[in-house]
C-alpha cells in the first residue's frame, strides 16, 4: 500500500515556482514548490495587491458587458482592477460598489481566497489613494483560516516618491507584522 504524507503549507504560485531565486546557483536544492503557512499568507497578500494595483485594459462599459456573461474563473482580460476615474472615492456612498467590484476581481482571480469581504476605509485625495481593509477565509490544503490585511488602491494615473512602493512593501511588512489573523 502506498504511504501518503502531508506538508504544511500549499503550492508555490506557478510564476514563483519558474523564477530563478538564486541566480549563481546551479540547482536549487530542494525545488522551490512548497510555501510555508506563513509564505502562503505573504503570498496571497503579494498577488492581491498587485491584482488590484494593476488596471484592466477595458473601458467601463465592455467591462459591464463581460462581467455580466458569467465568463469562467480567471478570465485575462478582466485582470486588474478597471480605472476607477468614473467612481468618486471622495463620496463614501460609491466606497460601496468600489469594495463590491474590488471583491469580484478577488473572487476571480484569487483562489485561496474564499468569502472576501472588503471595507473601504479611507480616501487619501493628495495621492489618490483608496485605502481598506480585505476579511476572507485562506483555504491552506484543508483547513480554512481567516485572513484580515490593509489595502492602498492608488490611481495609475498618479505615482508619487512619497508613496512608491506602498502596495508591495507595506502589505509585506504588515504580514511579518503579524496581521493576518
Known amino acids: 500500500m502506498r504511504k501518503t504524507w502531508t506538508i ?26 512548497i510555501l510555508k503557512p506563513e509564505q502562503v499568507r505573504e503570498s496571497i497578500i503579494h498577488e492581491v495587491a498587485k491584482l488590484l494595483n494593476t488596471r ?14 458569467d465568463l469562467p474563473y480567471g478570465f485575462p482580460l478582466l485582470y486588474g482592477f478597471p480605472d476607477f476615474s468614473f467612481f468618486d472615492p471622495a463620496d463614501q456612498s460609491e466606497w ?6 474590488l471583491e469580484t476581481i478577488i473572487d476571480m482571480f484569487e483562489p485561496r481566497l474564499k468569502d472576501v469581504q472588503i471595507k473601504i476605509t479611507g480616501y487619501d485625495p493628495k495621492f489618490q489613494v483608496i ?29 508619487s516618491p512619497e508613496k512608491d512602493d506602498i502596495y508591495g512593501k507595506k502589505l509585506a511588512s504588515t504580514t511579518t507584522q503579524g496581521t493576518g489573523t
Open 131 to 159: 485605502s481598506g481593509e480585505i476579511r476572507a477565509n485562506m483555504i491552506l490544503d484543508q483547513v480554512v483560516e481567516p485572513i484580515v490585511f490593509p489595502i492602498d488602491v492608488q490611481s495609475y494615473l498618479l505615482s
Open 96 to 101: 460601496i460598489i468600489i469594495a463590491q467590484k
Open 8 to 33: 504544511p503549507g500549499d503550492r508555490a504560485p506557478l510564476f514563483d515556482r519558474l523564477s530563478d531565486l538564486n541566480q549563481e546557483q546551479k540547482v536549487e536544492v530542494p525545488p522551490f514548490r
Open 56 to 69: 484592466t485594459a477595458l473601458s467601463r462599459d465592455e467591462l459591464d458587458f463581460m462581467e455580466a456573461q
